[in-house]
């Protein structure tokens, strides 16, 4: 089984800044597109950031210009720097790969289980 696992989330200031890594380990055949999630109490989870393969990073509007995703496929791992944070990115941070395993054809969304993050001052 494919498994995804997130680091690096913690409290920090408005303004402040944070690195979110979500590595994936398994029975990988390829890695497709990545994405980072988010989601607050009492709230639906929301796309933040998605790299399709081959294709240009998408950010939603709330952090374009402040969020950037990247990604090292020799390590299987998907990064995501976020600064001049603000209470309101206060959330659960997930990150979803597309992956195809080697005991499976088509390809499926995984799911890590998530880092908090918390801005306050």
């Known amino acids: 089984q494919v498994q995804l696992v997130e680091s690096g989330g913690g409290l920090v200031q408005p303004g402040g800044s944070l690195r979110l890594s979500c590595a994936a380990s398994?029975?990988?055949?390829?890695?497709?597109?990545m994405g980072w999630y988010r989601q607050a109490p009492g709230k639906e989870r929301e796309l933040v950031a998605t790299?399709?393969?081959?294709?240009?990073?998408y950010y939603t509007n709330s952090a374009k210009g402040r969020f950037t995703a990247y990604r090292d496929d020799a390590e299987n791992t998907l990064y995501l720097q976020m600064n001049s944070l603000k209470p309101e990115d206060t959330a659960v941070y997930y990150c979803?790969?597309?992956?195809?395993?080697?005991?499976?054809?088509?390809?499926?969304?995984?799911w890590g289980q998530g880092t908090q993050v918390t801005v306050s001052s």
């Open positions: 398994g029975n990988i055949f390829r890695l497709n597109s």
């Open positions: 979803k790969a597309n992956i195809r395993t080697f005991l499976r054809t088509e390809p499926y969304d995984y």
């Open positions: 790299m399709p393969t081959g294709g240009s990073t």
